[in-house]
């Protein structure tokens, strides 16, 4: 009887195919068109923690977006809504270092880098060093805040770039925001895959509304000025987007939206916006 057991059991079970190692290095197929992006991700290795790492993005073709145009956006005040920790970290450092904050310099001082802010808008020093000791650790209490006062994505932006993405237009971030700001908030809010390239602060020698932040990021994306659309919050940066020869669509989010009207369209939220209508405007070249 037990022998008649066994002998069935063997035809019912086979035994399991031994898996090789080459199965086990073996990519996905979307991650074959990820892997050509950067360096950093050959077949076998895993994606690198830090979602700023995409940096040789200019190795790929443009032929690979099924679209003609790309989408770059800034990241405070269009992705996340970050001006109060912002405003209240200049508040804090003003108060470390005894000094004075200037009547309505905030709103001012949007979309413009803090080595331009401290000497220009605030006047505290033109002293080099002074001026980057006081940037870096401006920024270092606005992280602080952050951890205590979570930020989330402003109302629309999932959708959109879910849209976007679906439509496989290429999405880059370009913004004056210094790299440890974007890095601290893009992986808890898990939008890291919604951007081929991010070009932060410290990517670029010139703030807005000087264009080098744009055609940076149009350029990791393989794109040309003309092919790109820009999502700006702040006034400078719908010039610097003008400058850099691109489309602009403007969220009023930290600006009333009647002062933003160089922008080619001009919303409130990501919502009122339509992949289709975007692409209505790259369609005739």
Known sequence: MVELCVKRTSRVFKRPRKTRFSDQIRPPASLHTISKLSPSHEFGRREPANPLAFTAVTTYSPQMNSTPWFAIFDW???????????????????????????????????????????????????????????????????????????????????????????????????????????????????????????????????????????????????????????????HVGVEAARRAGMKVVAVATTHPADTLKDADRVVHRLTELKVDELAEWFEAG
Do not use: Y
């Open 76 to 234: 405070d005040g269009v992705i996340v809504d970050s001006s109060r920790q912002h405003e209240q970290a200049w508040r804090l450092i003003a108060r470390e270092e005894r000094r004075l904050l200037p009547a309505d310099f905030f709103r001012r001082s949007f979309g413009m880098k803090n080595e331009r802010v401290i000497p220009e808008l605030l006047q505290w020093t033109e002293d080099a060093l002074e001026v980057q000791r006081l940037s870096l650790r401006k920024e270092e209490i606005f992280r602080e805040l952050i951890q205590v006062q979570r930020l989330q994505p402003l109302p629309g932006v999932i959708n959109f770039l879910t849209a976007l993405h679906q439509a496989k237009v290429h999405c880059a971030v370009a913004s004056s925001t210094p790299r440890k700001n974007i890095s601290a908030v893009i992986e808890g809010l898990g939008l890291q895959h919604f951007f081929r390239a991010i070009v932060c602060g410290e990517d670029v020698s010139r703030g807005k509304p000087d264009p080098e932040v744009f055609l940076t990021a149009a350029s990791r994306l393989a794109a040309r000025p003309e092919q790109s659309v820009v999502f700006e919050d702040a």
